[in-house]
């Protein structure tokens, strides 16, 4: 069971915060959702004789409280995240789990404009504060979730279905050597399994005698994929990553897109939600070719 759970949290999940504005217009929708909620249901018990203001602003007030609040803190998440592909439904859930807390902290924080009563500032309130935002956010953390990421899992699986991935017959097998602009790296185009990025640099992944060889280059991923655009089957799977299409052995899907085996190395490399119809469009005219 333990192990199970554990597995599960480690699935691969979306993460959608690191555009600003999409992210201000999901916030959005959800304060209106939860305004609407609010004044049709009364979910929490109201004490009207305490309020300064009306039912209605205070409603407003707290739908739209964890705006700056949810979109600060996944400001400050981005900073940290080098490489959203390891993003997991365990840290989507923890991480929406520490946002609940906060606003309930900043519900807890207007609580003087809101209500008169001398013990706004106790324990009590800010257990309660804490305990609310728990109860609205945790159909999000239980329910949608799960349901969102077996429904991505099985949309991406099943678009596998339509494609092939064997290599076509009029592949090139004469090698080209590649000579990486402003340094003395270069390698053999056959060799080239992927390339990923390292901050200011681009780790390239070569396939050398058998085993995977790695080499940390002074370059920018874009600056390689221009280098070699004139190669078809190397592509960009995932913002931070190039690979050489013809080198899959196995592509599986998940809720961020697919996860792709490459030959000789042991982990996976990614393909990203909106490169899947690029993606799917090769391996679909590669089947037509073969």
């Not at 009207?48 to 400001?75: C, D, R």
């Amino acid at each position: 069971m333990g192990n199970s759970l554990v597995t599960y949290l480690r699935e691969p999940y979306p993460y959608i915060y690191g555009n600003k504005r999409q992210l201000l217009i999901i916030l959005g929708v959800i304060s209106l959702l939860a305004f609407v909620f609010s004044y049709a249901f009364e979910p929490f018990e109201v004490n009207t004789t305490e309020h300064k203001i009306g039912y209605v602003w205070i409603l407003v007030l707290h739908a739209t409280l964890p705006i700056p609040i949810v979109f600060l803190y996944f400001t400050i998440v981005n900073a940290t995240i080098k490489d959203d592909s390891r993003w997991t439904i365990g840290k989507e859930m923890l991480h929406l789990s520490i946002a609940l807390i906060l606003i309930g902290v900043g519900s807890f924080l207007v609580r003087d404009i809101i209500y008169d009563n001398p013990n706004n500032w106790s324990f009590r309130y800010l257990y309660e504060e804490v305990r609310n935002s728990f109860m609205v956010g945790v159909l999000l953390l239980l329910i949608i979730l799960p349901l969102n990421l077996q429904r991505l899992i099985q949309k991406h699986s099943k678009s596998l279905e339509k494609l092939s991935f064997s290599k076509p017959e009029n592949i090139i097998k004469k090698s080209r050597i590649c000579q990486i602009s402003g340094s003395d790296f270069q390698f053999h185009i056959q060799d080239f399994l992927f390339a990923k990025v390292e901050s200011n640099y681009t780790e390239i992944f070569l396939e050398q005698h058998d085993k995977v060889v790695k080499t940390l280059v002074r370059i920018t991923l874009k600056d390689l994929e221009n280098q070699l655009q004139n190669f078809s089957n190397i592509y960009k799977t995932h913002r931070s990553y190039l690979v050489n299409l013809d080198k899959i052995i196995e592509c599986k899907g998940n809720a961020q897109g697919y996860q792709l085996t490459l030959q000789k190395y042991t982990d996976t490399v990614p393909v990203s939600r909106s490169k899947l119809n690029d993606f799917n469009t090769y391996f679909s005219a590669t089947k037509k070719s073969t």
